[in-house]
């Protein structure tokens, strides 16, 4: 069956790095676009869009509130996406999750939540103020 496993997490000093990892397992990773979310704790949060790639990692984007500090990519070879995270900032913190999906076109990045198929458990980021 598909798995999504994310690892990385972990507190760090706001302005701090972290570099979040998703692998993958039971699909045909090259040919899912990726995207990483977030949510953070208490009631009323959504989870909120971080960053997305398309299949060959040639197309990116990122959300508005981590344009210029995060960074994804990918490694096809590796079945696994990446997630770079710079100048930390408390607002940040959150539960990070990576998810999979067949995209609609060809080398095309999803935003949206719901289109996502698979969904990996989650991994923690604290960042200290």
């Known amino acids: 069956q598909v798995q999504l496993v994310e690892s990385g997490g972990g507190l760090v000093q706001a302005g701090g790095s972290l570099r979040l990892s998703c692998a993958a397992s039971?699909?045909?990773?090259?040919?899912?676009?990726m995207g990483w979310f977030r949510q953070a704790p208490g009631i009323g949060k959504e989870r909120e869009f971080v960053a997305a790639i398309s299949a060959s990692g040639s197309n990116t984007y990122h959300g508005d509130s981590v344009k210029g500090r995060f960074t994804i990519s990918r490694d096809n070879a590796k079945n696994t996406v990446y997630l770079q995270m710079n100048s930390l900032k408390p607002e940040d913190a959150a539960v990070y999750y990576c998810?999979?999906?067949?995209?609609?076109?060809?080398?095309?990045?999803?935003?949206?939540?719901?289109?996502?198929?698979?969904w990996g458990q989650g991994t923690q980021v604290t960042v200290s103020s």
């Open positions: 039971g699909l045909t990773f090259s040919i899912y676009a």
């Open positions: 998810a999979a999906r067949r995209p609609l076109y060809s080398d095309y990045v999803h935003i949206q939540s719901n289109g996502y198929q698979y």
